[in-house]
């Protein structure tokens, strides 16, 4: 038994140090796995944001958060991996996230007013194969293509509009119009068939080296995207509840009141949010500055980094500027490794974690 420990210690030891080395040739045919997340919220930390807002709260009106597990190889210029991904994003006003929150904690009253209901929000995971291809383009170092086969497992597209109406500390009613097309009903517990989708995306990726010292990065991700149902469910009516209070543990009941049509979409088509990172760096012996820009989930952010070059790793700092949130990372060519946050789990508005590892 002490003789297979040492074995194994010695192995995996043997695997860090292949792993890591320095050597510059590079192998023909790469296995890799990258891991890639991303989560921001406007209205308080994220995990508070999922789980009611109770602990605290400030006005916003975007939370969104973006997933991807990706496995396979690559040959030269050809790339064929696995992957499985999850998309969620909310847009939304004060009021609606005033009243979800209020309605879902019992220390949280309610004011004696209307609140303006007014909520968008999708909800996609899927899984599928990817392929990719690099181009030879005469001035530019890297330009690449990938394009996802998806099956969606998983769909929540909501558009809410409304009042609500709080009555009392503890009370409240609401009229709210439902425009809805999912595969699980969150809203109002409707049984459906189990539907998949289906679809493919597109992604755009490149590096330009503009001059010895300046060079330009981009990833457009899902720039274009179509995914298709034979039939998916939907619901169009107004939920409305005249009558309607807060329990010990928030909500006492959700049973709204329905005015509309249930039924079925032949036909459907839904497209993923795109999302776009560009950034610029200027490089100086072996140090390097950059500044970039992310869109994802119609929001904006600015970053700005530094890094240095080492023998074997690069090391990197970057500032998530409207966040005020750390990235720091390194890169081997074997191993890549990021992570960017603004506080502690519990508290964190801003979470980026990544991933890779290239064998």
């Known amino acids: 038994m002490i003789a297979c420990s040492k074995l194994k210690a010695h192995l995996g030891g043997l695997f860090i140090i292949s792993l890591l080395t320095c050597a510059t040739a590079q192998a023909e045919d790469t296995f890799f796995f990258t891991v890639d997340g991303f989560a921001k919220s406007e209205v308080g930390s994220f995990v508070n944001a999922t789980n009611g807002l109770k602990k605290g709260y400030k006005p ?20 064929f991996s696995l992957l499985y991904r999850q998309d969620y994003a909310a847009w939304f006003d004060s009021d609606t996230a005033a009243f979800y929150r209020a309605v879902h904690n019992k220390k949280i009253p309610l004011e004696k007013r209307e609140y303006l209901i007014d909520l968008q929000a999708k909800g996609i995971i899927s899984s599928g194969v990817k392929f990719g291809y690099q181009f030879d383009f005469k001035g530019l170092d890297t330009l690449g293509v ?3 086969f998806l099956q969606i497992r998983y769909l929540e597209d909501i558009n809410l509009n409304g009042t609500g109406y709080g009555k009392s500390k503890k009370s409240y009613d609401y009229s709210i119009f439902a425009d809805q097309k999912y595969s699980e009903d969150l809203l109002f517990g409707r049984e459906v068939e189990n539907t998949y989708g289906y679809g493919a995306t597109l992604d755009l990726y490149g590096s330009w080296r503009i001059t010895r010292n300046w060079q330009v990065d981009f990833l457009a991700k899902d720039i274009i995207s179509h995914l298709k149902w034979d039939q998916l469910a939907y619901t169009k009516a107004i939920a409305s509840d005249k009558n309607s209070s807060t329990g010990d543990d928030g909500v006492k009941s959700w049973n709204p009141t329905l005015s509309g049509t249930e039924s079925y979409l032949p036909d459907t088509t839904i497209k993923l949010n795109k999302r ?12 390097s500055n950059r500044i970039g820009i992310q869109y994802m989930a119609k929001d904006y952010l600015v970053n700005y980094g530094i890094a240095y070059q080492g023998k074997c790793i690069k090391y990197q700092a970057d500032l998530w500027i409207e966040n005020k949130a750390l990235e720091l990372s390194i890169r081997h060519k074997n191993l890549y490794m990021a992570l960017a946050t603004n506080g502690t789990p519990d508290t964190a508005e801003l979470i980026k974690f990544s991933l890779g590892i290239y064998y």
């Open 276 to 287: 776009v990172n560009v950034s610029s760096s200027y490089h100086w012996h072996n140090w």
């Open 60 to 79: 916003g009106k975007t939370l969104y958060l973006s997933h991807q597990t990706e496995t396979g190889y690559q040959r030269d210029k050809f790339k």
């Open 146 to 148: 990938d394009v996802s």
